[in-house]
């Protein structure tokens, strides 16, 4: 097992191992949680795990509810936000009390917002189920719910309690929900970690992978908690993959539009000789591999738009992340002539 300190306002411990859905209930004690625990998951995931989870609490004295979403972004809305706050409430958890999410990052974000607020704040606990939750919706704190605007729209920091990344539900996932896992892994390797890259090069352990990303996001998420500045290194790939989300009516899902932005601002740096061809073609070769997209279905003059309207824009200024050479991306604030210019 591995064991990851985040070192945000609030410490917590990440820890990655096979068989940690089954050991969740002690886990839990051994960070002295007690009393009363909502599960929150999706409908996928709760035929699968919901009754190893519950039964491995109950077995460590924990009284257990559980509360199942419908699987998908559809469901990361106010009112299934408020469903879930009523049913705790009805539940009669306290603020001693513990909300965990057992699912992908949908469930993640909008269990996160629910501990943040039911009753200002109670313990909070992530059991990721996808590997996009592993490496990183489930840690570092960010929570949200969708607006009809726009995706994450309404949300809070609020860290976790403890995060516990079992890679054995992997098996279950879809090859499409893997791959937009990958993606995020990819992501790590070209912002920060030219090792990860050569180890996805080979075939590797799912666990280290993991575990190398998490520490990423640690370290990241120690240096910048509120997404000021380095936080938004994580961004690498995003503006122009959440605009392709966007102009596909979130047909698109983020992993597959990640890959393609990664690809597309990697382009524009190579023509524009701030990054060597060389970052271009190792990324080319891990898309191909871990079966992602590389080519927009739209031209990007018709992205421009949904790029100015994402709320990591200010006016039509961008702080773009550009890689400038395999491993190593900058941050750069471009106003929209440059940034047009640079992508056109
Ligand atoms: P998801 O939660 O929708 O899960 C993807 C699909 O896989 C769902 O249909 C789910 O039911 C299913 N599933 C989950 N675990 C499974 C398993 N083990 N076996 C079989 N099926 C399983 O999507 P996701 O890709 O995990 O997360 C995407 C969400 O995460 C988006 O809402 C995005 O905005 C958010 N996100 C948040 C952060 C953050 O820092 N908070 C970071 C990245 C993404
Ligand atoms: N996934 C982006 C962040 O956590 O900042």
Redesign the pocket.
């Known amino acids: 097992m591995k064991r990851i300190d985040v070192r945000a306002g609030k410490p917590y411990q990440v820890k990655i191992g096979r068989g940690l859905l089954r050991s969740c209930g002690a886990e839990m004690q051994g960070i002295n949680l007690y009393g009363k625990i909502m599960i929150v998951t ?1 409908d ?2 709760a035929p ?2 919901l009754q190893t989870v519950s039964e491995s609490l109950k077995n460590c004295g924990f009284s257990v509810y559980s509360h199942t979403l419908p ?3 559809n469901s ?1 809305n106010f009112d299934e936000l408020v469903k879930l706050l009523n049913f705790t409430a009805h539940c009669g958890l306290t603020r001693s009390d513990t909300l965990v999410a057992l ?7 909008l269990c996160g917002f629910a501990a943040a607020i039911y009753m200002r704040g109670v313990h909070f606990v992530q059991l990721p ?2 590997l ?2 592993a490496v ?2 489930s840690v ?1 704190g ?3 719910v969708d607006l009809t605007a726009g ?2 729209l309404a949300g809070a920091f609020y860290q976790p309690d403890l995060v516990l990344c079992d890679p054995e ?2 098996a ?3 090859g499409e ?1 893997y791959a ?2 990958m993606a ?1 892994v990819i992501k790590y390797g070209f912002i920060r970690d030219k090792e990860l890259l050569e180890l996805l090069q080979q075939s590797f352990e799912e666990e280290e992978v993991v575990a190398r990303c998490v520490q990423s996001k640690a370290d990241i998420v120690a240096n910048d908690e509120f997404d000021r500045g380095e936080r938004m290194l994580l961004n690498f790939g995003h503006t122009v993959g959440h605009a392709i989300e966007a102009k596909s009516g979130y047909a698109i ?3 597959q539009a990640v890959a393609i932005g990664m690809v597309k601002i990697t382009q524009a740096c190579v023509k524009n000789g701030l990054c060597p061809q060389e970052t271009l073609d190792i990324m080319l070769k891990l898309t191909e591999r871990y079966g992602l997209p590389t080519e927009s279905p739209y031209p990007m003059s018709e992205l421009f738009d949904y790029m100015v309207n994402d709320k990591k824009s200010s006016g039509d200024a961008i702080t773009f992340v550009l890689p400038r050479e395999t491993g190593n991306c900058e941050l750069k604030k471009l106003t929209r002539t440059e940034w047009t210019a640079l992508l056109s």
Do not use: C, I, Q, R
């Open positions: 999706d996928n995931v699968l795990y699987h998908g972004e990361k699912g992908g990052g949908v469930v993640g974000d189920t996808t996009l939750a990183d919706s570092g960010k929570t949200a995706k994450n539900p992997f279950t996932l879809p929900e937009n896992g995020e899902p983020h992993g």
